[in-house]
């Protein structure tokens, strides 16, 4: 019997595709540091029974057509968006994810951005560095302090969980808005319009989904405090960013930490020019542990649903 084809849709960092040829796979590795195009990918998964691919690829219908054999999307991402689930269910293809292994360096970086919003780390970084410093001021960057502050968490998940378990060290009251409240939680349940109210810094945590497209809106930036900051790892489509751009020039929330955006790459010209505004280019998971362990588990999943067992990390019923 011919061994099974996985296709790979872009470079992926160490242990790269290693587990997959260890198992035995005919590996098609597309060893190329850029997103794949729709028509590549379709050529890449013709004859493939798995697919270990990235946020960068869109998986939906056509691509499953052009991929008759597929059994397996191993998506090497917590999120999900980019694959249609309910097409790959109706066809019978299971659709794997990686969560767990990404929660604390997505938490990590969630802080990493609260900290410079808060204390104005970008400013100070671009005044040290454009040799405009004109030495100590008492008055200089002054930024808020997170002690004795409520942080505000829209989406109680594994990730928002873990971002509330570090407030504590920073002496941080919390309260969270979710779907359904969360058994045994520490953090407070809210509603969404007193989790908005209320939170001094407002972090968003929550999936991207059509119920969760732009829940902070224009309407939504007016009901927070002008002092409170606004940080988002989750997905871009959460925040319409051209409300956001308004807000942030208005003086309508103090400032914004965003690793993510409507339409990466793009960023919102407007977000580009304010200096209340942190960026940084979609790191939440950006560290050589977490990036290594999301590769493991991709290829585990595919290892084991390939081989006729159970799926580790499953985002469907495949049938
Ligand atoms: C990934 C992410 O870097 O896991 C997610 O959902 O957003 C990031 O951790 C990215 O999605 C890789 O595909």
Redesign the pocket.
Known sequence: MSSPIVAVSRQIPAPSVEPLTQAGFDVRYRDVDSPCPPEELRALVAEADGLLC???ERIDGALLAAGPRLRIVA??????DNVDVDACTARGVQVT??PDV?TD??ADLTWALILAVARRIGEGERLARTGRWAGWRPGELLGMGLDGKTLGIFGMGKIGAAVARRAVGFGMAVIYHNRRPVPDSPAQYVGRDELLRRADVLVLNAPSTPETRHTIDAAALAAMKPTALLINTA?GPLVDEAALVDALRAGGIAGAGLD?YEAEPVIHPGLLELDNAVLLP?L???TRE??AA?VQLACDNLVAVLGGAAPLTPVNRAG
């Open positions: 990235l946020l960068s998506n090497m991402a917590v999120g999900y994810n990686t990404l360096a997505t997905r993510v979609h939440g998971s950006a977490a990036r999301m």
